[in-house]
């Protein structure tokens, strides 16, 4: 007897149902406990950028406060408003953290916690570091990947304390090229050149020709430089470091920003006997004081897009306001050369020729410019900061530069999210 099987295939698409089931609701937990790690991921790095940023800028404050002290260009690790501004840093981190419900303490091996470090070598900032650990509930994708929702994120923030441009230094070369050519602070002649209250500082070449004298007195910076050193025939006191710092200032310790729609006038004639009014007063081409011509002014600042040539026979007296007169003159800087767009470096030029009449108060900035410094007659002052792409001093005089860092042109704090 023949018996018949009729094997069907009823019910395998069952089977290709609840396997795809399966996988679907892999995909669904997966995009449902993957969207809430990332999105707690992103909570949580907000809240630690805000709580570092927040420590940033209490510490910023606190040197703003403090700056008749900082002025003092005497930063260092240890001083004691660093070690404030830490403390005041960590402490306003950790509250900003904890108002968006993470509590951090001061320690960082758990990440978990904030921890604000002094560091720097040209000069000093802040680092406040804030780290936060945070883990996202999860009814799926945990019992496949434990780890994969705990998060641990960091936020860096800098902080600059300001005070006087360059650190203190009163003559500043910005030009980082060898000692080939006429680069870096260099000093010709046979006369003498002191500084006073500040130091010298190139980016580059550091070099002595002819037979000058160069004296650093009163001051805690001295000579500084970050490329190469040519004594050459002069005498210095106290003699440079013999290797380079390893290091450039950092374009943030020099830099000025200036607005020219403050300007009160473009171009304005200056004749012979000219009292300047106080204001800022700027130029579309070059700014020349003749010989015998008598200008005098204060509370006044020069912005020049083109050459600036003081005459040797003219009689000049000049000082920037201390500060904010309300004219738009930038308090402590007298003359502002730009680097204009499109231009290298160094594309114009500021000649001061000196002489026992010449008084000038302020900062001279010239970040792409070739200074040139020539004494003829002895008692030449420059009550001031110097700051150019190359920085020349020659003559046959007494040339002495003066400078207070706590009368100057001050750098205001500033922060920035580093990491």
């Known amino acids: 007897m023949n018996v018949n099987q009729n094997k069907s295939e009823k019910g395998q698409a069952i089977i290709y149902l609840v396997l795809g089931l399966v996988v679907f609701l892999g995909f669904v937990a997966l995009a449902i406990d993957g969207g809430m790690a990332l999105a707690d991921r992103r909570h949580a790095q907000n809240a630690a950028d805000a709580a570092s940023l927040a420590g940033g800028a209490a510490a910023g404050l606190y040197f703003e406060n403090n700056r008749l002290v900082s002025c003092g260009f005497t930063w260092d690790c240890g001083n004691y408003l660093v070690g404030n501004a830490s403390g005041i840093a960590e402490s306003k981190a950790k509250d900003r953290a904890k108002a968006n419900d993470f509590t951090i303490d001061y320690d960082l091996t758990d990440h978990n916690g904030v921890d604000a470090v002094c560091k720097g070598t040209a000069g000093i900032y802040l680092e406040v570091t804030t780290e936060i650990s945070s883990t996202t509930p999860s009814n799926f994708l945990q019992l496949i990947f434990p780890n994969a929702l705990h998060n641990e994120v960091e936020a860096v923030t800098h902080v600059y304390p300001g005070g006087p441009l360059a650190f203190g230094n009163a003559v500043v070369a910005i030009n980082s090229d060898g000692c080939a050519g006429e680069n870096g602070a260099i000093f010709k002649g046979t006369g003498n050149l002191g500084v006073v209250g500040g130091g010298v500082w190139s980016n580059g070449c550091l070099e002595g020709a002819g037979q000058p004298t160069i004296t650093i007195s009163d001051s805690v910076v001295l000579f500084g430089y970050a490329g190469e050193f040519v004594p050459g025939n002069a005498n210095w006191t106290p003699q440079p470091p013999s290797s380079p710092s390893g290091y450039e200032l950092p374009v943030n310790s020099y830099q000025i920003d200036i607005d020219t729609d403050d300007c009160d006038d473009w171009d304005i004639a200056i004749p012979n006997n000219f009292t300047v009014p106080q204001g800022l007063h700027c130029f579309h081409g070059d700014l020349d004081i003749n010989n015998n011509?008598?200008?005098?002014?204060?509370?006044?600042?020069?912005?020049?897009?083109?050459?600036?040539?003081?005459?040797?026979?003219?009689?000049?007296?000049?000082?920037?306001?201390?500060?904010?007169?309300?004219?738009?003159?930038?308090?402590?800087?007298?003359?502002?050369?730009?680097?204009?767009?499109?231009?290298?470096?160094?594309?114009?030029?500021?000649?001061?020729?000196?002489?026992?009449?010449?008084?000038?108060?302020?900062?001279?900035?010239?970040?792409?410019?070739?200074?040139?410094?020539?004494?003829?007659?002895?008692?030449?002052?420059?009550?001031?900061?110097?700051?150019?792409?190359?920085?020349?001093?020659?003559?046959?005089?007494?040339?002495?530069?003066?400078?207070?860092?706590?009368?100057?042109?001050?750098?205001?704090?500033?922060?920035?999210?580093?990491?």
């Open 293 to 419: 011509q008598v200008v005098d002014g204060t509370g006044v600042t020069f912005y020049v897009e083109g050459d600036v040539k003081f005459n040797g026979g003219a009689t000049i007296d000049l000082s920037a306001p201390l500060t904010d007169n309300g004219t738009g003159a930038i308090p402590g800087v007298l003359l502002y050369i730009p680097h204009l767009e499109g231009h290298t470096c160094y594309d114009q030029t500021l000649d001061l020729e000196g002489n026992n009449e010449t008084h000038i108060s302020g900062v001279i900035y010239a970040p792409c410019s070739m200074v040139t410094l020539t004494g003829t007659e002895d008692s030449y002052m420059v009550n001031s900061q110097i700051i150019g792409w190359n920085v020349k001093v020659s003559g046959t005089a007494n040339t002495t530069v003066e400078y207070d860092g706590c009368s100057s042109y001050l750098v205001p704090p500033s922060i920035e999210l580093y990491k």
